[in-house]
């Protein structure tokens, strides 16, 4: 699987949108880009997932550069609950690939 | 939809101890269910993982006599750490892949605190 990276903190106000970036240059035209966040002491929580095209849903919106080689989660109105680790994931489709966590980026959502 | 759940939520053993912990996909059947471990402000690391009816594969470094991985079900994983030392202390978590109906990717249990005094 191809290698992520992230910045390793980022600050957000409450109420403003949170945009967490992720670098992926060695990304192959196969594989998708995953995020999942883990809230201190739970299990991770799956977020959303995209190969090229944008994606949106309930809880965030994902865009992937046209070259593949990077991509931004975009958490429209950021709360008090969504400060967590976020983790952005390169990995073949399907329920049954192993994912690969990095240090992923510490979101902070100020009052 | 999409529940994973493991039990106990957290356990206190003595060292030499055997632990068992268990993860079960709730609404959805998982024919892959995957082991990991987290130690303190640290990522996620794969132990294992496991296919219905079938042995499990693990992960380089991980020891199979050590850490024994049952995945009798397509709703039912369960790990047990034989012979538990201090440094087995870890926050374990298991993940199941889900089947049609769902994102095809892994959904995670909450995760069990192991503590081996």
């Not at chain 1, 240059?25 to 977020?47: A, D, F, K, L």
């Not at chain 2, 493991?6 to 206190?12: A, K, L, N, Y």
């Not at chain 2, 024919?31 to 993982?49: E, I, N």
Request: charged share 15%; with cysteine; net charge neutral.
């Amino acid at each position: 699987d191809a290698k992520t990276t992230q910045p390793p903190s980022m600050d957000c106000a409450e109420g403003r949108a949170a945009n967490l970036p992720c670098n992926h240059s060695t990304i192959s035209g196969n594989e998708y880009v995953y995020w999942y966040r883990q809230i201190h002491s739970q299990g991770p929580q799956y977020i959303i997932h995209g190969l090229k095209n944008n994606e949106t849903n309930e809880m965030a919106s994902l865009i992937i550069t046209e070259d593949r080689k990077s991509s931004t989660l975009i958490l429209p109105h950021a709360t008090l609950r969504d400060t967590a680790v976020y983790y952005c994931i390169v990995s073949l489709s399907g329920s049954a690939r192993q994912l690969t966590f990095g240090s992923g980026t510490q979101l902070t959502v100020l009052p | 939809g999409a529940v994973v759940s493991q039990h106990p939520s957290w356990v206190i053993c003595k060292s030499g101890t055997s632990v068992k912990i268990e993860c079960r996909s709730l609404d959805f059947q998982a024919t892959t269910m995957f082991w990991y471990r987290q130690f303190p402000k640290q990522s996620l690391m794969l132990m294992a993982t496991s296919n219905e009816g079938s042995k499990a594969t693990y992960e380089q470094g991980v020891e199979k006599d050590k850490f024994l991985i049952n995945h009798a079900s397509l709703t039912l994983s369960t790990l047990t750490v034989t012979s538990a030392h201090p440094e087995d202390s870890s926050f374990y978590i298991c993940s199941a892949g889900g089947l049609a109906g769902y994102a095809d990717t892994q959904y995670f249990g909450p995760g069990t605190r192991l503590t081996v005094l």
